[in-house]
T-cell receptor, first 116, second 111 residues
Framework: KAGVTQTPRYLIKTRGQQVTLSCSPISGHRSVSWYQQTPGQGLQFLFEYFSETQRNKGNFPGRFSGRQFSNSRSEMNVSTLELGDSALYLC???????????????FGQGTRLTVV | LAKTTQPISMDSYEGQEVNITCSHNNIATNDYITWYQQFPSQGPRFIIQGYKTKVTNEVASLFIPADRKSSTLSLPRVSLSDTAVYYCLVGAYNAGNMLTFGGGTRLMVKP
C-alpha cells in the first residue's frame, strides 16, 4: 500500500511569507503528527491531529498551525516565515492516536523548507 | 518521559554485527522501547519495538535485560546502506503523548 506522501518535497520562501505543507497519510490511518527537524534542535514535535481535531501540541509559536480533513489528509501552515523556520518538516501517520499503544508511526520523506 | 542516552556516533565495517546500546534508567513500568532509523533528508523508519527480553524481526534484534534500564539494538552483518542515524525512544506512547526523539546514534558503515 502507498506510504505517507508529503508535498512539496522542496520549497524556497522569503522571510515574512507564509507556507502550506501537505501530508497524505496511509489509507486507514487516522492520526497525523507533524515534526520539525533542524541540525541544531533535532526532531521536534509540532502537533498531532486525529479525526479532524488537534489532540496534542508541542512548544511552537502560534505561527505554526495545522488542520486535518475528513479524509485524514493534513496541512500545516506557517505564517510570517522567519529564517529560523528553515528545516525539514516531517509528518507521520498512525492507525490510532500516539499514546494508545500503536507501536508504529510511519513517516513521509518530508518537505525541505528554506527561508531566505 | 524516560530520558535516553545513546552514543553520539559509531563506526563499523561491512559484514560486521553492530550493537547500539541505549540507557534509560528511569523507564516506567508501562513503557515500551522503540528504535527508529533515519537516512539523510528522509523521515524516520520504525525498526523494532520491545518490552522485555529479546525481540527479533527480519531487520534487527532488540535485547532488553531484566531490569530494563538499558536496551541494545543489534544489526547483523551491516552493509553500507545501514549508514544512518538510529534513535532509541522510551515511553513515547503514554496517553496524550507524542513521539519524542533524542539525539540518536550516527552509524557509519565503511567498506
Amino acid at each position: 500500500k502507498a506510504g505517507v506522501t508529503q508535498t512539496p518535497r522542496y520549497l524556497i520562501k522569503t522571510r515574512g511569507q507564509q507556507v502550506t505543507l501537505s501530508c497524505s497519510p496511509i489509507s486507514g490511518h487516522r492520526s497525523v503528527s507533524w515534526y520539525q527537524q533542524t541540525p541544531g534542535q533535532g526532531l521536534q514535535f509540532l502537533f498531532e491531529y486525529f479525526s479532524e481535531t488537534q489532540r496534542n501540541k508541542g512548544n511552537f509559536p502560534g505561527r505554526f498551525s495545522g488542520r486535518q480533513f475528513s479524509n485524514s489528509r493534513s496541512e500545516m501552515n506557517v505564517s510570517t516565515l522567519e529564517l529560523g523556520d528553515s528545516a525539514l518538516y516531517l509528518c507521520a501517520s498512525s492507525l490510532e492516536l500516539l499514546g494508545t499503544g500503536t507501536p508504529e508511526a510511519f513517516f513521509g520523506q518530508g518537505t525541505r523548507l528554506t527561508v531566505v | 518521559l524516560a530520558k535516553t542516552t545513546q552514543p553520539i556516533s559509531m563506526d563499523s565495517y561491512e559484514g560486521q554485527e553492530v550493537n547500539i546500546t541505549c540507557s534509560h534508567n528511569n523507564i516506567a513500568t508501562n513503557d515500551y522501547i522503540t528504535w527508529y532509523q533515519q537516512f539523510p533528508s528522509q523521515g524516520p523508519r520504525f525498526i523494532i519495538q520491545g518490552y522485555k527480553t529479546k525481540v527479533t524481526n527480519e531487520v534487527a534484534s532488540l535485547f532488553i535485560p531484566a531490569d530494563r534500564k538499558s536496551s541494545t539494538l543489534s544489526l547483523p552483518r551491516v552493509s553500507l546502506s545501514d549508514t544512518a542515524v538510529y534513535y532509541c525512544l522510551v515511553g513515547a506512547y503514554n496517553a496524550g503523548n507524542m513521539l519524542t526523539f533524542g539525539g540518536g546514534t550516527r552509524l557509519m558503515v565503511k567498506p
